[in-house]
């Protein structure tokens, strides 16, 4: 599969050594841009599969455009430094770094970067959704517990009777269970 790629690179020689070598395992620099411009607004008009930034030492605001880009267009970004502060690779992670590379790049060593951390970033990604899921489930769960509470209080209902009513009102009006619980609980508030 070719990769649509974003180079971030201050350094010409540098960054043509990357490009010629993605380019001789098939993938495209769709972009190459130098630090200083708006990394998020660049990662949207291109719209790239993988991120590469080549800096000796980023900075804070190369951190907040990180941060930024894998809250509103997450995607894996590998960054390539010689910042080794341990608690500055923390944080780059935490802004979205799928992998960072420390001690410059040789061809050889850049395909498998690569590879690493696309696979990285998809797991993460994996896990960031099933944790979103398993959270909307939940609150899900609880607007339906507090629904049943309402029917068991205002008619009587035991717990497996007010759940069946919410459940038949479902498929009746043709509509997800915790709908159904929400306008309950809605109308309850009126």
């Known amino acids: 599969m070719s990769l649509k790629i974003m180079l971030v690179d201050q350094d010409p020689d540098r960054s043509a050594v990357l490009e010629q070598a993605l380019a001789e395992a098939g993938h495209r620099v769709a972009a190459r841009i130098t630090p200083g411009r708006n990394l998020a607004r660049e990662v949207q008009a291109c719209n790239p599969d993988v991120i590469i930034i080549d800096m000796e030492t980023p900075g804070r605001d ?8 894998g809250r509103d267009q997450p995607k894996p970004i590998i960054l390539f430094s010689n910042k080794r502060d341990g608690d500055y690779i923390r944080q780059a992670v935490q802004a979205g770094v799928s992998a960072y590379v420390v001690d410059g790049l040789s061809r050889e060593r850049i395909m498998p970067i690569v590879e690493v951390a696309i ?21 899900d769960r609880k607007v339906i517990d507090k629904a049943k509470g309402v029917l068991m209080k205002s008619r009587g209902l035991s717990e497996a009777a007010a759940y069946q009513l919410l459940r038949k009102a479902a498929m009746d ?8 619980a929400r306008t309950l609980l809605t109308l309850e508030g009126l």
């Open 119 to 139: 696979a990285r970033f998809r797991e993460f990604e994996a896990l960031r959704k099933e944790l979103h899921d398993t959270k909307n489930q939940l609150a």
């Open 62 to 69: 190369t951190l907040e455009q990180m941060r930024e880009i």
């Open 173 to 180: 009006r043709n509509l997800r269970l915790v709908d159904v």
